[in-house]
Structures are given as structure tokens and as C-alpha cells.
């Protein structure tokens, strides 16, 4: 019988080594990747390779090979590459998409074909999210990503701010240690120090305006590049050397005394001062 399971030698008799042999039984007209499957109670037959992209499916009861089908009646095939998905195009084909990233899914939006739209978005608010860099949390405007806390200790909004009043606005800045002390407190243990600012509210001339930031505590300049004001102007933000805050002495501990020392005024001493911290976790 054609695809029929029989002994590859034989003669008029049976020994029981030829009917036990693995490597002596054969289909008519095999080839390679043919499954095997039992046809009845008493027969086993071959069924041949499928065709590329044909799944192994079940029709009248037997395997047989077929295109995937979907409502609607229609058939398509696909071929997916690791970590692809496939995708009904609501009119019965069927479209392999491109790879996904780990934790993307592809969301259908609701009013348009996934397989026609183009610009897929492959996050979802369900399952496994999409998660939100610092700098995208940072900027704050998109609406798709979750957060970790990580993302947020590190972006603008785990920014914690210290503003000081060194001088009165009407007051001539003067120079000198310990202008200004600032206590930190236990919610900002172990925060660093990462921008420094300082403001003054009459511009000063002829010369600079130095400030150093210390820690009290520990006995260290912070600065390794000191604040500057120059002459005529108000902050340091426009100094001809910006400020350079030591990596080594930039972390707070509670109970910690911040302390803000004067080096140097202008000839013409510049009126009020307001020295501004941002510390964030690293």
C-alpha cells in the first residue's frame, strides 16, 4: 500500500532482530522531515512534508497540513522571526510583523487595521509596560510609559532645591566665612550636590564676586572651581568661569552643615546675594 510503514528488508521469513531493528523500517516513498501517524487501529501510515509556513493542523480527524485561517473565512500565511507576532487584518489575511523589543506588545487602536496602519505604537497600558527614560520623564509629556523610581529619583522632579539668603537685598555683600549656614536635614541624606547658583540683586563692578560653599561637618570645600560673579553682572550663570563642584565632597549626610563663605566682592560691592543648591540622588 502507497505510504504504508514496512520492513526496508525482507524475505519469506521474520526474524525477531529484523522486527526489532529501528534502522529496518521505512514509508513507501519517504523523504526527509514525513511524520508518522496511525490512520486506523491497525495501520500506520506518512504523511509528507508540509509546505513553508503550513501549520500541522487536524481536518476529518487526521493531521494534515493547512494555511492558518481566521474569522471571516480568509487564509494568509506568514513567516515570523524570533520575537515577531502575527496579526488578522480583520478581513481574514493574516501579516507577520516586524521583531519586538522585550516588554512591547503591539495594541490595536480600535478604528484602524493593525495590519494597514502604519506607525504601529508597540506599548500597551496592559501587560508588560514600556518604561519611561530619565530624560523622557524629565521632559513629562508622554503619555504611554510608566515609571520606576529610579526614573523619577533621577529626572527634574526628584530634584530637591536649597535656596539662601546670604544678604539682604539692599545689603552690600561683604566678605568673609560662614555668611550663611544650612542644615540638612534626614530627607535629604544621601543626595549630591549637582548644580550650584548664585544671584545677586545690584550688580557689582570692577572685579569679581567669589563664593565658596563648605561642609562644616566634614571639613571640605565643595567647590573645586568656586562661584563667580563678574563685574556688571547679576548671576554666575554668565561668569567667564563657571563653577566646579567636587565629586568627592558633593554627597549630604544628615545632620550635615553646609556653610557659604564670601572670598572675595567687587570694588563696588554688589547688593543682596541668594545662593541656590540642587542636590539630587545619584
Not at 10 to 21: I, K, Q, V
Not at 92 to 99: F, K, L, P, R, S
Not at 172 to 181: E, I, M, Q, R
Amino acid at each position: 500500500m502507497a505510504n504504508e510503514l514496512a520492513h526496508k528488508d525482507y524475505g519469506t521469513a521474520l526474524t525477531r532482530a529484523e522486527y526489532e531493528n529501528i534502522l529496518g523500517h521505512l514509508f513507501d516513498s519517504q523523504a526527509t522531515g514525513d511524520v508518522m501517524y496511525a490512520s486506523s487501529s491497525t495501520q500506520l501510515v506518512r504523511l509528507a512534508i508540509g509546505t513553508t509556513a503550513y501549520a500541522l493542523t487536524v481536518v476529518g480527524g487526521i493531521p494534515a497540513w493547512a494555511l492558518l485561517t481566521v474569522a471571516g473565512g480568509g487564509t494568509g500565511a506568514a513567516t515570523l522571526t524570533d520575537g515577531g507576532v502575527l496579526l488578522g487584518s480583520g478581513t481574514g489575511a493574516i501579516t507577520a510583523m516586524a521583531v519586538l523589543a522585550d516588554g512591547e506588545m503591539i495594541v490595536g487602536d480600535g478604528t484602524t487595521d493593525p495590519v494597514a496602519e502604519s506607525g504601529l505604537t508597540l506599548r500597551t497600558s496592559i501587560g508588560v509596560p514600556v518604561l519611561a527614560t530619565i530624560a523622557e520623564t524629565s521632559t513629562g509629556t508622554d503619555t504611554a510609559k510608566a515609571l520606576t523610581p529610579d526614573g523619577l529619583a533621577g529626572s527634574v522632579y526628584g530634584e530637591k532645591i536649597i535656596g539662601m539668603i546670604v544678604f539682604d537685598f539692599g545689603t552690600d555683600t561683604a566678605t568673609g566665612d560662614g555668611k550663611f549656614y544650612f542644615h540638612v536635614p534626614s530627607t535629604l541624606n544621601g543626595f549630591n550636590i549637582v548644580e550650584v547658583h548664585a544671584e545677586v540683586v545690584t550688580a557689582g563692578t570692577t572685579n569679581t564676586t567669589d563664593i565658596q560653599l563648605a561642609n562644616a561637618t566634614q571639613a571640605a570645600d565643595i567647590l573645586s572651581t568656586k562661584l563667580t560673579i563678574d563685574s556688571g553682572q547679576t548671576g554666575s550663570d554668565t561668569a567667564g568661569t563657571a563653577a566646579v563642584i567636587d565629586t568627592a565632597q558633593d554627597d549630604l549626610q544628615t545632620n550635615d552643615v553646609i556653610r557659604v563663605d564670601v572670598d572675595a566682592v567687587s570694588t563696588t560691592a554688589a547688593k543682596g546675594l541668594i545662593v541656590t543648591i540642587v542636590c539630587r540622588l545619584p
